[in-house]
């Protein structure tokens, strides 16, 4: 079927040829290949510090979906689509519930790791419920601004919580 025809270094095929034989080599031998040293780099002056992405108040644009189901409120001519600075003040009150929600809970978990009591059942309780409405917050901005505004809002709460 195919025709195998070398030239020099390269491998020619011929598809319409029928006998089908097993390509061959150049009977020429290949260049030997040599190593090239890279040059040498300069030394920092001291230890390098791993970059860390800024940890930013997120100020994303709200979901087409969530200005379409009115959850930023309606006028007379319909959905409201908010400003910028109507997005970063509705960021920022959500991040401050989410703080304090998430210092409460680390509260409430340094308790229980120190409780010797063994009713511990109500601090349970209680993490298990500011767990979820941290969770479920975090949700809620996700279904208005999206899943990735959401984890940035996530990650700018976490940084600031261990701050305070």
């Not at 195919?2 to 080599?25: E, G, N, R």
């Not at 003040?89 to 009591?117: F, P, Y």
Request: glycine residues 6%; proline residues 10%.
């Amino acid at each position: 079927m195919a025709k195998h025809v070398s030239h020099h270094h390269q491998l020619l095929i011929d598809w319409t040829s029928a006998k089908l034989s097993p390509p061959t080599a150049s009977p020429e031998p290949a260049d030997p290949l040599t190593q090239t040293a890279l040059p040498d780099l300069p030394k920092p002056d001291g230890p390098e510090k791993a970059r860390k992405s800024p940890v930013v108040l997120p100020v994303p644009k709200p979901l087409a979906s969530a200005i379409g189901k009115g959850h930023f409120g309606e006028d007379e001519r319909g959905p409201v689509r908010p400003t910028a600075t109507e997005v970063r003040a509705i960021t920022e009150h959500h991040a401050e519930r989410l703080i304090e929600l998430l210092g409460r809970l680390r509260d409430t978990e340094v308790q229980l790791g120190r409780s010797r009591v063994p009713d511990r059942a109500p601090l349970i309780q209680e993490k298990d419920r500011l767990l979820s409405a941290y969770q479920s917050g975090i949700a809620l901005y996700a279904e208005d601004f999206g899943e990735h505004a959401a984890h940035r809002l996530d990650a700018y709460v976490r940084h600031h919580a261990d701050r305070e």
